[in-house]
């Protein structure tokens, strides 16, 4: 709770592989590649990983982020908020950063979400950091992120002045 969980900022690749295999045209049968890649114009989502798994909620966005961007037929994403999701009421406040965390885990009501845990950075404040820049730069930004207790967001948003040298592709992908 509360994205205090460093292990699932350390398993990116596994959860981009996981979002890309079920959205890739290119990984389905011959026979409806087509129909797929036509018909998913966008994907919408709510906390895929930070819901039932108590997952960290601006993690897992960027993650969702980072591996729309390289599906080959380009769907929108559009990403739902919400301050009482079913699954770990109240964490998606974290996306909202200094403008409306806190006033969201008010709203939700759910007492084991602790405003206190609210960041600066927004997800408003990543699209625009990231918007413009290779994936690669934003999944080696996040392969480098730290640990709790600052949240993601605010650990990426130092790092913008350096993303013009996070272009290298890592060892090992491809």
């Given at each position: ?65 980072l591996a729309t961007s390289l599906l080959s037929h380009r769907p929108q994403l559009d990403y ?95």
């Amino acid at each position: 709770e509360n994205n205090n969980c460093d292990v699932q900022r350390r398993h990116l690749v596994n959860d981009v592989s996981l979002w890309y295999r079920a959205f890739e045209p290119s990984l389905y049968a011959p026979a409806v590649r087509q129909a797929i890649a036509g018909a998913v114009k966008s994907i919408g989502t709510g906390p895929w990983g930070a819901g039932v798994w108590y997952g960290d909620s601006q993690q897992y966005f960027l993650a969702m982020w980072l591996a729309t961007s390289l599906l080959s037929h380009r769907p929108q994403l559009d990403y739902y908020i919400y301050d009482h999701f079913c699954e770990n009421p109240g964490n998606q406040c974290f996306v909202l950063g200094a403008q409306g965390c806190a006033a969201c885990v008010a709203k939700s009501g759910v007492a084991s979400i602790s405003a206190a845990r609210c960041g600066r950075a927004s997800v408003q404040d990543m699209v625009q950091e990231f918007s413009n820049k290779p994936a690669v730069a934003l999944y080696n930004a996040l392969s480098r992120v730290g640990p709790p207790p600052t949240q993601v967001f605010d650990l990426l948003a130092p790092m913008a002045p350096r993303l013009g040298s996070m272009l290298q592709t890592p060892a090992g992908l491809p």
